[in-house]
């Protein structure tokens, strides 16, 4: 089977489907998606989506708010960017007809979430990501010059002379083809499923991200893994993500012993930033060897019900009230800072390849990101690439100050075996998780360095979806590995036990990494 169109659009979150419909004034566009086009990230955004509305509030102070929340790393350029267009964008999607919460007045109902310093997150209830995506796949469905693939996987770029003309794909179980297109947006999301304990859908194995590493264009950031801090952890229960928007809503941690415990290792208590309530989480479950817990109970009981529906549902699947039982809750991986590198439109290191949303990085996150900047980034930076991607080509002004190449031609032994999804996940969490040191992550390179070269070996360069999925999560891996080890210094998301003090002399720098074309030395 072989496709074409004006402008190919690989994934069908947020960044996509808004990109989608810039493109489509200017062509037609063809969105691929591997699941129900409903299915990713964007959906299972609970919070809320962050904009400078309030009266007390202004870009310049949610850009400040972004800044100390990246950890000394993030692109000025491009915080400015975020925080300077969101306010459009979001007023674009309520004159769309977006159904946010509203005060007693009418306006947008804001709500403060940790590390922002005064309510500025919009939300339909707590399912604010799947409200967006409702709307603008009413949007898209009412395009005709919009056509959506779905069940359809993304198995490899086309890349000829340095520029991508399209993509190989594998339709249901079998059916295989390209679609060849004179721009192509990787918005495929994040990667959560590298890890054993994540919030991200099965979906979200990083496969734009994989496909980008795997033609050579330059990934940066990598090592920057957001671990969210309250994910359900009930027996028997599946994992699910309890809202920032709780915490900020005034829900307390407390231990077994029913004591608060975050002021003891952060003075902002629970509204710190997620790495650092993460980590005080794991801190006070090794020092009282007993579990830890979310607990409303001192909020009124009919608000917590009616402000957090889906979550109180969640929890009552799992025999808890929401509103009165202590939650048990841990963390989990949540959201990738780095990814794809970009300029502030998109544009990657290979020509008419642009990449936007989770599976881009453009430095705006820094090492951590900021609550609920997500869903903007997905709005205002799709914006930005399809804009892009129907002007005259120029190469990209790219911002990472150092680059890593790596050969491409990895080998294995014949006696290596192939792995499954989850050997991947349970090495990822065990060695590369939460807490690392430099030996857990030797062992890790060593063993992902090997499980690719078998995929190498055996040229997997397309197949069935599962082999696929598995192969993304692999690559995907292997590339965070190495930036974790390679990053000798605790910064944001990144936590080293062996070097747990941040270095700005050595470290305060973005670092991007490339394969390189095979049998090249990397020099």
């Given at each position: 089977?072989?496709?074409?169109g004006d402008f190919l659009v690989i994934g069908s979150g947020i960044a996509g489907l808004r990109?989608?419909?810039?493109?489509?004034?200017?062509?037609?566009?063809?969105?691929?998606?591997?699941?129900?086009?409903?299915?990713?990230?964007?959906?299972?955004?609970?919070?809320?989506?962050?904009?400078?509305?309030?009266?007390?509030?202004?870009?310049?102070?949610?850009?400040?708010?972004?800044?100390?929340?990246?950890?000394?790393?993030?692109?000025?350029?491009?915080v400015d960017v975020l925080t300077r267009e969101g306010p459009k964008y979001v007023n674009e999607?309520?004159?769309?007809?977006?159904?946010?919460?509203?005060?007693?007045?009418?306006?947008?109902?804001?709500?403060?979430?940790?590390?922002?310093?005064?309510?500025?997150?919009?939300?339909?209830?707590?399912?604010?990501?799947?409200?967006?995506?409702?709307?603008?796949?009413?949007?898209?469905?009412?395009?005709?010059?919009?056509?959506?693939?779905?069940?359809?996987?993304?198995?490899?770029?086309?890349?000829?002379?340095?520029?991508?003309?399209?993509?190989?794909?594998?339709?249901?179980?079998?059916?295989?083809?390209?679609?060849?297109?004179?721009?192509?947006?990787?918005?495929?999301?994040?990667?959560?499923?590298?890890?054993?304990?994540?919030?991200?859908?099965?979906?979200?194995?990083?496969?734009?991200?994989?496909?980008?590493?795997?033609?050579?264009?330059?990934?940066?950031?990598?090592?920057?893994?957001?671990?969210?801090?309250?994910?359900?952890?009930?027996?028997?229960?599946?994992?699910?993500?309890?809202?920032?928007?709780?915490?900020?809503?005034?829900?307390?941690?407390?231990?077994?012993?029913?004591?608060?415990?975050?002021?003891?290792?952060?003075?902002?208590?629970?509204?710190?930033?997620?790495?650092?309530?993460?980590?005080?989480?794991?801190?006070?479950?090794?020092?009282?060897?007993?579990?830890?817990?979310?607990?409303?109970?001192?909020?009124?009981?009919?608000?917590?019900?009616?402000?957090?529906?889906?979550?109180?549902?969640?929890?009552?699947?799992?025999?808890?009230?929401?509103?009165?039982?202590?939650?048990?809750?841990?963390?989990?991986?949540?959201?990738?800072?780095?990814?794809?590198?970009?300029?502030?439109?998109?544009?990657?290191?290979?020509?008419?390849?642009?990449?936007?949303?989770?599976?881009?990085?453009?430095?705006?996150?820094?090492?951590?990101?900021?609550?609920?900047?997500?869903?903007?980034?997905?709005?205002?930076?799709?914006?930005?690439?399809?804009?892009?991607?129907?002007?005259?080509?120029?190469?990209?002004?790219?911002?990472?100050?150092?680059?890593?190449?790596?050969?491409?031609?990895?080998?294995?032994?014949?006696?290596?075996?192939?792995?499954?999804?989850?050997?991947?996940?349970?090495?990822?969490?065990?060695?590369?998780?939460?807490?690392?040191?430099?030996?857990?992550?030797?062992?890790?390179?060593?063993?992902?360095?090997?499980?690719?070269?078998?995929?190498?070996?055996?040229?997997?360069?397309?197949?069935?979806?599962?082999?696929?999925?598995?192969?993304?999560?692999?690559?995907?891996?292997?590339?965070?590995?190495?930036?974790?080890?390679?990053?000798?210094?605790?910064?944001?998301?990144?936590?080293?036990?062996?070097?747990?003090?941040?270095?700005?002399?050595?470290?305060?720098?973005?670092?991007?990494?490339?394969?390189?074309?095979?049998?090249?030395?990397?020099?």
């Amino acid at each position: 089977m072989h496709l074409h169109g004006d402008f190919l659009v690989i994934g069908s979150g947020i960044a996509g489907l808004r990109a989608a419909l810039t493109l489509a004034e200017s062509g037609n566009v063809i969105v691929v998606t591997k699941a129900d086009p409903r299915e990713s990230n964007t959906g299972y955004a609970q919070g809320g989506i962050a904009a400078a509305l309030g009266p007390d509030d202004s870009p310049e102070l949610h850009a400040k708010d972004t800044i100390a929340a990246g950890d000394g790393l993030c692109n000025p350029a491009a915080v400015d960017v975020l925080t300077r267009e969101g306010p459009k964008y979001v007023n674009e999607l309520l004159a769309w007809g977006a159904a946010f919460d509203r005060d007693r007045s009418g306006e947008p109902a804001l709500a403060r979430e940790a590390a922002h310093s005064v309510r500025r997150v919009l939300h339909a209830r707590d399912a604010t990501g799947r409200e967006i995506g409702r709307l603008l796949w009413s949007q898209v469905a009412a395009n005709g010059r919009i056509r959506v693939l779905s069940d359809t996987c993304a198995t490899q770029l086309i890349v000829r002379d340095a520029a991508c003309s399209g993509v190989r794909f594998v339709a249901g179980t079998s059916d295989s083809g390209t679609i060849e297109a004179q721009r192509t947006l990787l918005a495929t999301g994040g990667a959560g499923q590298v890890f054993r304990e994540t919030t991200n859908p099965p979906v979200a194995t990083g496969d734009g991200i994989a496909m980008a590493v795997e033609a050579g264009a330059r990934v940066a950031d990598l090592e920057f893994i957001q671990f969210h801090p309250t994910v359900l952890n009930a027996p028997g229960a599946p994992r699910f993500l309890l809202s920032e928007a709780i915490r900020g809503e005034g829900a307390w941690l407390i231990n077994e012993a029913g004591e608060r415990f975050m002021t003891r290792y952060e003075p902002a208590g629970e509204l710190a930033s997620r790495d650092l309530v993460s980590r005080a989480i794991v801190r006070e479950m090794e020092r009282t060897h007993g579990r830890v817990y979310l607990s409303l109970a001192h909020l009124d009981s009919s608000f917590v019900r009616a402000r957090f529906p889906t979550i109180a549902h969640a929890c009552s699947n799992a025999g808890l009230d929401l509103a009165t039982d202590p939650i048990p809750v841990s963390p989990a991986a949540h959201y990738i800072m780095g990814g794809v590198e970009t300029d502030l439109d998109g544009r990657t290191s290979i020509g008419r390849l642009f990449a936007a949303g989770e599976a881009a990085c453009t430095g705006v996150h820094g090492a951590n990101r900021l609550a609920s900047n997500s869903l903007l980034e997905g709005l205002v930076f799709g914006v930005r690439a399809a804009r892009a991607m129907t002007s005259p080509l120029r190469a990209a002004e790219l911002s990472a100050s150092e680059l890593v190449t790596w050969p491409g031609d990895a080998e294995c032994q014949p006696t290596c075996e192939m792995p499954s999804v989850d050997d991947v996940r349970e090495l990822m969490w065990r060695e590369c998780g939460l807490l690392r040191d430099g030996v857990g992550m030797q062992r890790a390179v060593a063993k992902l360095e090997a499980w690719r070269g078998g995929f190498r070996r055996t040229s997997a360069t397309a197949g069935d979806a599962a082999s696929m999925r598995t192969r993304s999560v692999v690559i995907v891996a292997l590339m965070i590995a190495r930036a974790a080890l390679r990053r000798t210094e605790s910064r944001g998301g990144h936590f080293r036990s062996d070097f747990p003090n941040r270095d700005d002399i050595k470290w305060r720098k973005h670092v991007a990494d490339r394969l390189t074309t095979e049998g090249s030395s990397g020099a």
